[in-house]
């Protein structure tokens, strides 16, 4: 009785992750277990999964602000918002998940308000420094480090929704640019400005992850046309196989190692080599996962092709 009692919290937190598989360590120990309790939170007064993302989005962009001082203080003070940010990031998933909410405009919301937090940090970290007479230099510095946030963002997000899709528990959770192109043309700036305007920003950041992964779009193109979404089990576990040692270091170019790396910095009172960890170590990183998870979808790719011609 009392393993049941211990175990059934942990159990009911768990089924509000997206997989065990794509949680890091600080997810799964620190962010699901306070996020699931926000979750029931909110859960109680009927907030939506929407409302907790624009409140963690006002959060961040806050915290990019406070990261505009030359004060400790106020940097932690930045950072203590941060990480309510980031908890509040993972709590909208996660009340989604667990009152059924879970729709693409509320991953489109969630992604919109993730961007603004970054976008946030970024402005304010090169005012910081063009303010201490830093070269004008630092603002294509950041831009180019900016980009290289949101290409790294969207590849990682790409690949480990990829991973739940052939895991079959997000069957959904994929979108293709044809069917967001065909929805985005069915509805009316007149009537649905909102709507469609998250769409084409939605649209817009499929187009990348499909331009920076074609071979893994062609893969689960013809998937998709062999299979029509039931994916057998021998193709699960191939692709698992495959791509779940990568997984750990796709958590690299995730939120948490940004994180940790800009408080860090922000500490040692030097935020503007921030920039330089994104061009140059997290790009390394990223254009090694890229070729690697290109090599092992072009394989998995032909040898279902291989296998449907005998």
Not at 34 to 50: S, Y
Not at 178 to 191: E, G, T, V
Request: overall charge positive; glycine content about 8%.
């Amino acid at each position: 009785m009392m393993s049941q009692q211990v175990e059934t919290p942990h159990s009911r937190i768990a089924a509000t992750y997206k997989a065990r598989e794509v949680e890091g360590a600080l997810d799964v120990y620190f962010y699901r277990p306070l996020g699931f309790r926000l979750a029931e939170f909110f859960a109680q007064f009927k907030v939506t999964p929407a409302g907790v993302s624009l409140l963690g989005g006002l959060c961040g962009v806050l915290a990019g602000h406070l990261y505009f001082y030359r004060n400790v203080g106020i940097n932690i003070a930045g950072m203590v918002l941060h990480i309510c940010a980031n908890t509040l990031d993972n709590a909208d998933g996660q009340l989604a998940r667990l009152t059924h909410q879970a729709s693409r405009k509320g991953r489109i919301i969630d992604s919109v308000a993730d961007h603004l937090v970054f976008a946030s940090v970024y402005i304010h970290l090169t005012l910081r420094g063009a303010f201490a007479g830093a070269s004008p230099a630092i603002w294509l510095l950041a831009f180019g480090a900016a980009i290289s946030h949101a290409l790294q963002g969207a590849a990682a997000d790409y690949y480990r929704t990829a991973f739940l899709y052939f895991e079959g528990g997000a069957r959904n959770g994929i979108d293709s640019t044809s069917a967001l192109r065909s929805d985005y043309r069915k509805l009316s700036w007149r009537h649905r400005a909102w709507d469609k305007l998250l769409l084409a920003l939605y649209l817009n950041f499929t187009l990348q992850q499909e331009v920076l992964a074609p071979r893994l779009k062609k893969l689960r193109e013809t998937v998709n046309t062999m299979f029509h979404g039931q994916i057998p089990g021998w193709l699960e576990q191939r692709y698992r196989d495959a791509a779940g040692h990568m997984l750990k270091w796709w958590r690299l170019l995730m939120t948490n190692t940004r994180m940790l790396v800009l408080f860090l910095l922000l500490f040692l009172g030097q935020p503007i080599y921030y920039f330089w960890f994104e061009l140059i170590p997290l790009n390394v990183l990223f254009v090694y996962l890229i070729a690697r998870q290109e090599k092992m979808a072009e394989s998995l790719e032909q040898l279902l092709v291989a296998r449907d011609s005998t």
